[in-house]
T-cell receptor
């Protein structure tokens, strides 16, 4: 079956511009997560959705970052007024259920964002 | 916050077993131990998870110490496709996975 998909795969933008990154989770998965990975680093948790609501936004690094999820499916991560330190690979994952501690997450291929 | 400690890198020969260690001395009683791996230029891939008992699946085995302060991921026969960064992660709060630096596994032919 189809896995988690993300678009675009690569995005180059100028400092100060806004960008939108899209995630299509696996059909039927109620939980969705955003992470980012800077070059050579581990993953940094950004935000978690259960259905359309986001009970945990603790990882968003600043108020320039926001995310929404509509229809319990597609999610969009928006970065406003991008800065060079926002350059990273942004990864999306989904899981069948949320709220538990034994849940397997399925990751998409990521969007590589480069801010020039 | 519970944290994990893993060696930065390990090497293995092809078709030999690999034991990847992870220390998590501050683990709480309800933390699950998850292992993911990340191949070059790909998103992380789930490998295995457990709570107290040892676990086996088609990819690997997970051996958990009796006091749960450490665990070991076991790849029974390493292949070149197993070369990746392996992350040991504790899941403790609403699926908020905190990834560390992981162990970079190199498999030599």
């Amino acid at each position: 079956g189809a896995g988690v998909s993300q678009s675009p795969s690569n995005k180059v933008t100028e400092k100060g511009k806004d960008v939108e990154l899209r995630c299509d989770p696996i059909s039927g998965h109620t939980a969705l997560y955003w992470y980012r990975q800077s070059l050579g680093q581990g993953l940094e948790f950004l935000i978690y959705f259960q259905g359309n609501s986001a009970p945990d936004k603790s990882g968003l690094p600043s108020d320039r970052f926001s995310a929404e999820r509509t229809g319990g499916s597609v999610s969009t991560l928006t970065i406003q007024r991008t800065q060079q330190e926002d350059s990273a690979v942004y990864l999306c994952a989904s899981s069948l259920h949320g709220g538990g501690r034994g849940v397997e997450q399925y990751f998409g291929p990521g969007t590589r964002l480069t801010v020039t | 916050d519970a944290k994990t400690t893993q060696p930065n890198s390990m090497e293995s020969n092809e078709e030999e077993p690999v034991h990847l260690p992870c220390n998590h001395s501050t683990i709480s009683g309800t933390d699950y131990i998850h292992w993911y791996r990340q191949l070059p230029s790909q998103g992380p891939e789930y490998v295995i998870h457990g709570l107290t008992s040892n676990v086996n699946n088609r990819m690997a085995s997970l051996a958990i110490a009796e006091d749960r302060k450490s665990s070991t991921l076991i790849l029974h026969r390493a292949t070149l496709r197993d070369a990746a960064v392996y992350y040991c992660i504790l899941m403790y709060n609403n699926n908020d996975m905190r990834f560390g630096a992981g162990t970079r596994l190199t498999v030599k032919p």
